[in-house]
């Protein structure tokens, strides 16, 4: 029999403290312990935190896509409290609201929840743990930062939920990823002027992200089609949902060149010197977006892998652009 919660243990008695998750009272005690190092690991995997590798790069460049003020390291920390507190938010919304769906996923059987390795109380306190930490690290930015902070949260809440209503569903998950460039930007330039190079990597972004999800969605099209999800690989097929993938890889590239050309231009006159590296790593993200569709078949490759590389490509873009006038 499979233990329960996290102190079961196989083969201790139903109603014994270690089957229903308590441990014996240490008569030392006097602080609450700390979460073991596998507990951590399990959270870790839980929210998929290694892959905050794709969504941090898109906020650094929303922070550097154009002139401003140097940021103090305190207002760094908090822009980085914000972006790991939002992610993880979204992450752990996905996990309890697709927990069902995923124990019918033979792919996503062995995921933290339907694979009883988190309790389901664990995951709603590190939802609302992290839920906080977002929220408060907001307001600390400033009082309009809060007052917007609802938004990526009903995002988050809702685009789970896109699957089991429209084959359009993947448009989510970009949009939940569109909105880090404009939360750095809009955390590194209060006044909100010349947005247009954060507007065009939220672009990016969105298509970027909604392309790779259909490449991740392929590894579920025979469960998506007997669970009723509706996906673009369900509805379309494979062969058809990488075509538009492609497609939205291909808008992908060009917001990001004009990404980089806002950037360009927002460094003024001295962009010139910073205009062919720029233009050659843009080129180079062109080649990563279709080395992702050529090995779409190994996902583990095209996901995994090349996104990351994407991701820091966007960056040193960006980065390369706004070197040009010396930050």
């Known amino acids: 029999m499979r233990s329960l919660g996290i102190g079961g243990v196989r083969g201790t008695p139903l109603d014994s403290p270690a089957a229903l998750g308590f441990s014996a009272p240490h008569p030392m005690t006097t602080a609450p312990a700390l979460p ?45 409290v914000a972006a790991v507190g939002a992610r993880t938010t979204a992450m752990a919304l996905n996990r309890l609201i697709d927990r069902r769906l995923d124990a019918l996923n033979p792919r996503t059987q062995q995921r933290e929840l339907p694979a009883g390795r988190m309790r389901l109380v664990e995951a709603w ?37 896109l699957k089991r209503w429209t084959p359009l569903c993947h448009l989510g998950v970009g949009l939940a990823l569109a909105l880090a460039p404009l939360a750095g930007y809009a955390a590194a330039h209060p006044d909100l002027g010349r947005p247009g190079a954060a507007l065009w990597l939220a672009g990016f972004a969105l298509l970027w992200v909604s392309g790779f999800d259909i490449i991740y969605a392929t590894l579920d099209e025979d469960s998506d089609r007997a669970q009723g999800v509706r996906s673009l690989v369900a509805w379309r097929g494979r062969a058809g949902a990488l075509k538009i993938s492609a ?51 190994d996902v583990d490759l095209a996901f995994f892998r090349v996104n990351i590389f994407v991701g820091a490509g966007v960056l040193a873009t960006v980065l390369v652009a706004r070197a040009a006038c010396g930050f």
């Open 36 to 80: 073991a190092p596998g507990r951590l690991r399990t959270y870790a995997s839980f929210v998929r935190f290694e892959h905050t590798l794709f969504s941090l790069p898109l906020v650094l460049a929303g922070v550097f896509s154009v002139p401003g003020p140097a940021l103090t390291p305190a207002r760094w920390g908090l822009i980085a």
């Open 125 to 161: 306190l590190l939802l609302v743990v992290s839920a906080l930490a977002y929220v408060v690290a907001c307001a600390a930015l400033g009082r309009w930062f809060l007052e917007v902070a609802a938004i990526p949260l009903v995002v988050f809440a809702v685009y789970p939920y």
């Open 247 to 297: 497609a939205l890889h291909a808008l992908a590239f060009l917001c990001a060149g004009l990404a980089a050309y806002a950037a360009l231009r927002a460094s003024g006159a001295a962009a010139i010197r910073g205009g062919p590296v720029t233009a050659g790593l843009w080129v180079l993200l062109g080649v990563l977006l279709i080395a992702e569709q050529r090995w779409a078949s």
